[in-house]
């Protein structure tokens, strides 16, 4: 059944590489619900040894630096992707385009959309650096090695563009509303509102993955598929925790919203 609309595997390693990408992005998400935080946003001074005991690895950054340590690697991954493989027909050009819209989308967003509260740890930081960067340079890199291999049966790019197109764009538009609830002088948290966070707290996380879906279903690899799987178990875990959080800090937080799927989680 896979085999009707994946592209098999170029070796081996590569399979490998699916693996273990996979078990580290679940690895992620579960540790997020023992309580084993990425220390950003609302929990980056939580378990402070988490990441290592190395005080350079502690070090604290300010929340723009960290989240544009985290997506500028990928996001250059995704420009040098179309000098390092220039050719490969439609669907390759589809792959590198959305691989480098989603990262660009994100550093504008550090730049001229976010307002930050708290900091990011550099270990975090390079943590997330590194496993984004990874998958920016691994897809484009497999969809170079499948060049010229039969197609999957079932064509999904186009499915895919439509599903990327609405991720990218429903996760901008909930960083807006995010970005709307305080001014530049205002630290503190609130309950968002406006958009779908009236059903879920976290939305954007939500809109993410679709994105990450959309990008898999335009390559049609087993490592992209991996790789939407893995950040969609890890973003669950992150909603997971942060609805917790919101329900510790506001007596008020309307019960009946979720962490990440409308009526459901």
């Known amino acids: 059944m896979f085999?009707?609309?994946?592209?098999?595997?170029?070796?081996?390693?590569?399979?490998a590489i699916t693996v273990v990408t996979f078990a580290?992005?679940?690895?992620?998400?579960?540790?997020?619900?023992?309580?084993k935080h990425l220390q950003y946003s609302k929990f980056w001074n939580v378990n402070p040894n988490s990441?290592?005991?190395?005080?350079?690895?502690?070090?604290?950054?300010?929340?723009?630096?960290?989240?544009?340590?985290?997506?500028?690697?990928a996001c250059i991954m995704g420009f040098a992707s179309f000098l390092l493989y220039p050719n490969g027909g439609i669907?390759?050009?589809?792959l590198k385009s959305a691989v480098t819209i989603h990262f660009l989308k994100r550093d504008l967003e550090v730049l001229f959309v976010h307002k930050y509260s708290g900091g990011m740890v550099?270990?975090?930081?390079?943590?997330?650096?590194?496993?984004?960067?990874?998958?920016?340079?691994?897809?484009?890199?497999?969809?170079?090695?499948?060049?010229?291999?039969?197609?999957?049966e079932i064509d999904l790019k186009y499915i895919g563009l439509l599903i990327f197109v609405v991720g990218i764009s429903g996760n901008f538009y909930h960083h807006y509303i995010l970005s709307k609830l305080r001014d530049n002088r205002?630290?503190?948290?609130?309950?968002?509102?406006?958009?779908?966070?009236?059903?879920?707290?976290c939305p954007h996380y939500l809109f993410e993955i679709l994105g990450f879906l959309g990008i898999a279903f335009i390559s049609q690899t087993s490592f992209s598929f991996c790789?939407?799987?893995?950040?969609?178990?890890?973003l669950m875990g992150r909603s997971y925790v942060t609805r917790k959080w919101y329900l510790s800090k506001f007596e008020n937080f309307p019960k009946n919203v979720k962490a990440l799927i409308p009526f459901v989680f």
Do not use: D, W
């Open 227 to 234: 790789c939407a799987m893995g950040c969609a178990l890890y």
């Open 91 to 94: 669907r390759f050009m589809m």
């Open 24 to 35: 580290f992005l679940a690895y992620l998400g579960i540790s997020e619900i023992i309580g």
């Open 3 to 15: 085999q009707s609309f994946l592209y098999e595997e170029p070796s081996s390693i590569i399979t």
């Open 186 to 201: 205002e630290k503190g948290y609130k309950i968002p509102q406006g958009g779908l966070f009236g059903l879920v707290i």
């Open 122 to 152: 550099l270990g975090t930081a390079l943590i997330i650096s590194s496993a984004y960067f990874m998958m920016a340079a691994a897809m484009t890199y497999i969809q170079h090695l499948i060049l010229g291999h039969t197609e999957p």
């Open 51 to 73: 990441v290592s005991p190395s005080n350079f690895l502690q070090a604290k950054l300010s929340s723009r630096i960290g989240m544009l340590i985290l997506y500028t690697p």
